[in-house]
């Protein structure tokens, strides 16, 4: 019975966190924040504090794996408290899960806008560029700064998507 509240939850935290992205390009802390505070109760209340130490782990997860694109300014804080509040649900591994599928939505949605806005060619350029500034020991944190005005989408739909599909990938 639990199992099924955690699912709920998630696709309730899921389908808002996509809403307010598209709609209003956030994800607030009025949405995340107190479902990694209920996940890790929840997952102690199931089986102690081991439970808790899962919920735990999986929100330093989900933060870990957004923590440097944040950082480089690639990405929202929203994206990456929606990611470790999924592995406050549903653990480290799920965590993963989620990041890796929504990666791969993220650069389907990006390789699409990009062709239907004509960027093609300044988008690749751009991308060697970044490779050049990695490869020769710059920081491109300053590109990403650079192009933060940029025409982007917002990533959490991606993330969300990510974490559907994994849900269903899990229950088949």
């Known amino acids: 019975m639990i199992d099924i509240f955690i699912n709920v939850l998630l696709l309730v935290l899921l389908s808002i966190s996509f809403y307010t992205d598209v709609k209003y390009n956030i994800i607030p802390n009025k949405i995340t924040l ?3 505070i209920t996940a890790l109760l929840i997952n102690g209340y199931r089986t102690g504090f081991s439970g808790f130490l899962f919920g735990l782990k999986g929100l330093v997860t989900g933060i870990f794996l957004l923590f440097i694109p944040y950082c480089l300014g690639g990405i929202g804080a929203g994206d990456v408290k929606l990611l ?3 592995g406050a649900l549903k653990g480290p591994l799920f965590a993963v899960k989620t990041i890796l599928l929504g990666g791969l939505i993220g650069g389907v949605i ?6 239907r806005r004509g960027m093609i060619k300044s988008s690749a350029k751009n991308l060697m560029l970044i490779g050049y500034t990695i490869a020769s020991g710059g920081k491109p944190g300053f590109l990403f700064e650079q192009y933060r005005h940029a025409q982007t989408f917002p ?3 991606a993330i969300a998507l990510g974490g559907i599909l994994s849900l269903l990938l899990n229950m088949y």
């Open 110 to 115: 990006a390789a699409y806008l990009i062709y």
């Open 155 to 157: 990533y959490g739909t």
């Open 84 to 86: 470790g509040a999924v």
């Open 34 to 36: 107190p479902v990694i």
